[in-house]
Every structure is written in structure tokens, then in C-alpha cells.
């Protein structure tokens, strides 16, 4: 099964996911479509949200993907019912999901998470962990400006450890055991997170943990490629430079990016 | 002429331009579009910009506005001469070009813009304020994390000190004489950038440069109103927490929000 693995963002957040992908199964061919002209999905209604995914689904299982990722937490929470709904048979993973099993099974933990507005607001994270694990203590914010932060390369500066403290340094998070960072845009801030806990709190995200889920689903319906040589292609709604800038810094500078049309 | 003036943006950031409109048009009846759906242009494509902006324009038209102010220097950088050909004889304001008549015209200034990437990118305050004084010493830089900054509330912060410095503490920027806000968030954000030029810098925002020129057109062309009652009115194209907490801050608690989908 040599067909690609469709993976899609509101813009470059995903590609964290797609990196984790490509790291753990170098023999499979991606497809990453960001849909920059709509981006950032974090503020947008569901139904919105539901709409462009649905294009993006469709287009990625026209250019014969054998599987979809929603490398988006907003994405994942409002739209990925729908999404089964409308395709049914197609295998499509969610970047939830994995990590509610990993965190939801430990009865001890305080979690803490952070998102987008959308998500914090569908609260997919607070039901999906209560129905594992009922006595579960949760506290969650939302923290847009971080989106922001990563997007223009404000990582390891006065105003991301500035952004980190105002949005946790809150009392509800003082003392939980586990941070969830419910946007794929985030991965990118873990070290200084970990610094602003000390070290206190074991901070979990969804890339690493969304490639097993990915191996072991294609595994078990003998899905995995046999390629020998794979290629990656790079899709966005519309082309933009901090797209081909961030997309590039993770695979490479020969990258090559198309344009295309929802 | 008691009809309305309209006012549009991809968000929150026009609604500096209509306080400012306000305040010196009082007898005026407002309605103000913000294009939440859309937001934030600033990373958007002539096109599609283009596209939104005649959108909105037909919208406001259709509900008899006598004037419209493109309250977005991305719009006004992008569409404003492609909304001038679409609605001949229509009386449309753009924010940037009362900016460039008011700066353009001191010969010793050296002069820093900031701005969105979309409007860095197209050159508009660089080519008008040349046209204007060919001599003029201009420096220019795209600010994009300033616009969450004021959305997300972070003025007066460890985060705005941090984003301020980092965007305006390179050389280029050192002896500037004047910094146009090039981007209707920003004059949020005034006091801040005054203080870390240490008051050597004279900051120039366009609301009030705006709003003088409206009065100035209006009144040439007998369109002012003399109502003795006004009536504001809040359009945006997707109901958004974010937009309805700030138009409050500005228009007060009472202001009511309609949803209208472009």
C-alpha cells in the first residue's frame, strides 16, 4: 500500500504532526494541505470549521491518500465526527484522541490544558478524559496568542516567556502534574514551558503520540508502504512565505510548494 | 443627509477609526462591518482581499450608506483603487492616504512605517509618500504579532514591551523622527511605542487623520447629517467573543451585534 498519507492543518502547526510522522515511518509518502487562506481556524465557528475540512478530505482521498491525519486540534474537535460521517471506510486519525488515552489513564493526574479559543470552548479534551476517568481533576485556558508567538518566530524571546507566564502562571495551574498542548503549533514552545513548571510538570503533546496511532492503525489493516523511495508533497490554500519558510526549516529546503483552491 | 456611514475592517482594529469618527462626527449614524470570518487579512492575497472588500462594500451600499471608510490599511494598501472602479461616484476613504499628506510633507523627517506583512509587502505608504517628497528617508517593517497582541489583550505587558523591542529596536529604526502606525490595532499600542522612543519620536496614527478628511469631504459635498438622533449599527461576518468585548470597550455595554454572512 505505496498510496500517501494525507495530513492537514488551518496552516504550518501540522507539520509538527507530519514531522513526527515522517520520522517514525520513513517509508511512507505524505500529503500536507494547509489551508492558509483560512487560517487561523482557532476563532472560527464550527460549522465553518466543518466545511473547509470536509474539502480538504475530499481533496486529499482524490489525490488517493489511504489515510487522513487532522493535524489540527480545532479541526479534530469539531470536525472529525463529520468527518467520519461523510467518509465512512476512510481511515481518519484525530490528534486528540491519542493523547486522552495516554493522559486519561493515570487516576492521579492534575491536568492542565491549553488551546485555541474553539477548542477550549467545544471542551473536547475535558469530555474525552472525564469518560475515561471520571474523578479526573481538569483545568484548562485557552491561549491564542501563542498560535501567534510560534507563527512569527517568537520562540525563546521576552514575549513568548512573557505570553506563557500572564497565561500560566495562574493559580488553577500552579499545581498540575500534566500539561496538555491542545494545538500543534505548541510543541514548538515545550522547552520553555518545561522551564516555566521547573520541570515540576510532564507536558504532553500530540505529535509523537499521533505517529504511533498512525503506525499501528496502518499496521493492523496492513497498511504500510513497501516504498523504496517516497515522496512528499506540500499543498496550501494559499501560498504564503511564513508557510514556505516554517515548511521548509522541517523538510528541507528543496521543499516545493503548490497552490491549491478550495 | 441623514444616511449612514460605513466602516469596515477584518476585525476589531477599525474600531479606533470609528471612535475617532464619532467623537468628531457626532450627529453621524455609523454602521461598522467587521469581517471576523475573514480576520486577519494581513497575510492574504490581493485577490482574495479584493474579492472581501467589494463584498462588504455592496453590503454597506445596500444599506444606504452616503460614505464608506476602508478602516484597514490592508484593505486600503490592496482594494482601494479596485473598489473606486467597482463604485464609481461612491464616496470611499481609505486610511493611508491622509497618513501620507500629513507626513509626506516635512521634508527633514525620516520616517519608519510598520505594518502588516500584506501592506509591508505592497510597498503603499513607501510609493505615496515618494510621490510626495522624493527625498524622504523611509524605513519600513512588517509588525504581524502586534495585531494579536491588541486582539488578545496583552497592551501594557511584559509581551507588547518584548514584541515592541524586538520589531523596533534595530538600528534602522534609531533616529527616525516620525513612525506611521501603519495597521488601525496599533494605535493601541501608542503610549507603549512612545515611551520606548522616549517621546523623541513624533507617533502618527490615522484615526483622527481620517476622520478630519471624512469631515472635510462631507462637508464639500453638503453630506454631512443633521439628525437629531444617531444610530450605530455592528455587522460582522461571524459572531466572535473577541470582537463583541472590544466593540463594547469603544461603543459601550448596550451595543448589539448582528451576524451577517457574506
Do not use: W
Request: with cysteine.
Amino acid at each position: 500500500m505505496n498510496q500517501p498519507i494525507g495530513i492537514f492543518d488551518s496552516g504550518v502547526g501540522g507539520l509538527t504532526v507530519a514531522a513526527a510522522i515522517q520520522k517514525l515511518l520513513p517509508q511512507e509518502s505524505l500529503i500536507y494541505f494547509g489551508d492558509t487562506i483560512h487560517s487561523p481556524y482557532g476563532d472560527k465557528s464550527e460549522e465553518t470549521i466543518r466545511f473547509y475540512a470536509e474539502e480538504i478530505v475530499r481533496f486529499l482521498l482524490g489525490q488517493g491518500c489511504k489515510a487522513v491525519v487532522i493535524a489540527c486540534n480545532t479541526a479534530s474537535a469539531l470536525a472529525f465526527e463529520h468527518l467520519q460521517e461523510q467518509f465512512p471506510g476512510t481511515l481518519i486519525l484525530n490528534v486528540i484522541d491519542p493523547v486522552v488515552e495516554y493522559v486519561g489513564s493515570n487516576i492521579n493526574n492534575k491536568v492542565g490544558i491549553i488551546a485555541t479559543r474553539a477548542t477550549t470552548k467545544s471542551g473536547v479534551y475535558r469530555k474525552r478524559l472525564r469518560k475515561l476517568n471520571p474523578k479526573l481533576n481538569i483545568v484548562t485556558a485557552a491561549t491564542p496568542l501563542l498560535v501567534g508567538v510560534v507563527e512569527e518566530g517568537f520562540v525563546n524571546t521576552k514575549v513568548s516567556s512573557g505570553a506563557i507566564e500572564a497565561y500560566l502562571g495562574s493559580k488553577k495551574f500552579q499545581d498540575i502534574s500534566t500539561l496538555i498542548l491542545g494545538c500543534t503549533h505548541f510543541p514548538l514552545l515545550q522547552k520553555e514551558i518545561e522551564q516555566f513548571f521547573g520541570g515540576r510538570t510532564e507536558i504532553v503533546d500530540s505529535p509523537e503520540l499521533v505517529a504511533h496511532q498512525l503506525k499501528r492503525l496502518l499496521q493492523s489493516q496492513a497498511l504500510l508502504s513497501s516504498a523504496e523511495t517516497v515522496e512528499h508533497q506540500f499543498v496550501v490554500s494559499e501560498y504564503t512565505e511564513a508557510f514556505a519558510r516554517t515548511a521548509r526549516m522541517f523538510f528541507g529546503a528543496r521543499l516545493e510548494l503548490k497552490e491549491h483552491l478550495l
